[in-house]
């Protein structure tokens, strides 16, 4: 089955601008998360989705916001962009039954 | 979560077996130990994961210690391929976490290069 995409791929947005991320979960997986990576803090946990409700949430500012849809795929959003916000940002969906998470390619943000 | 320690970088032959060894001291009876890697600039993949058995897949096989407080990922036959940052990370399983935590805390994992 198709695993976990995320677009855009690659995105360049300038500071003060918001961006938002899609992800599309594997199909039958009803919980997506959310994670940012970045080369000095590494990978770091946003938020986690489950049947359209937030039951997770990582330290980031309310900046950093998200949402799930009926059919399971997720949106992120980051307003007010700044530079420190320049990462590859990792959506990663997983099933009731799994306890593993299976992870996209990412989106490589760039904020000039 | 509980932390682990990993070495921040091994060599390994092509065609040797690559051992990962991971501490975790402080973890929990109901936390499971799983394995992930990331490939330059991809997303982490899963590899396997285990509670207190030793666990075999096609990918590798996890060597859990009786006492649970140390962990080693052996890659059987290393390739060039499995040149990657590998995380040992700590975590109960979604059925005990009651909804909350349901997350991945990663470490700064070991960077396995495999040389030719």
């Known amino acids: 089955k198709a695993g976990v995409t995320q677009t855009p791929r690659y995105l360049i947005k300038t500071r003060g601008q918001q961006v938002t991320l899609s992800c599309s979960p594997i199909?039958?997986?009803?919980?997506v998360s959310w994670y940012q990576q970045t080369p000095g803090q590494g990978l770091q946990f946003l938020f986690e989705y489950f049947s359209e409700t937030q039951r997770n949430k990582g330290n980031f500012p309310g900046r950093f916001s998200g949402r799930q849809f009926s059919n399971s795929r997720s949106e992120m959003n980051v307003s007010t962009l700044e530079l420190g916000d320049s990462a590859l940002y990792l959506c990663?969906?997983?099933?009731?039954?799994?306890?593993?998470?299976?992870f996209g390619p990412g989106t490589r943000l760039t904020v000039l | 979560d509980a932390k682990t320690t990993q070495p921040p970088s091994m060599d390994c032959a092509e065609g040797r077996a690559a051992n990962l060894p991971c501490n975790h001291s402080t973890i929990s009876g109901n936390e499971y130990v799983y394995w992930y890697r990331q490939i330059h600039s991809q997303g982490p993949q899963y590899i396997i994961h285990?509670?207190?058995n030793n666990e075999t897949n096609e990918m590798a096989s996890l060597i859990i210690t009786e006492d649970r407080k140390s962990s080693t990922l052996i890659l059987p036959h290393a390739t060039l391929r499995d040149t990657a940052v590998y995380y040992c990370?700590?975590?109960?399983?979604?059925?005990?976490?009651?909804?909350?935590?349901?997350?991945?805390?990663f470490g700064k994992g070991t960077l396995l290069t495999v040389n030719p």
């Open positions: 285990g509670l207190k």
């Open positions: 199909s039958g997986h009803r919980s």
């Open positions: 990663a969906s997983s099933s009731l039954a799994d306890n593993e998470q299976f």
């Open positions: 990370i700590v975590r109960v399983a979604r059925q005990n976490s009651g909804g909350s935590n349901y997350k991945l805390t």
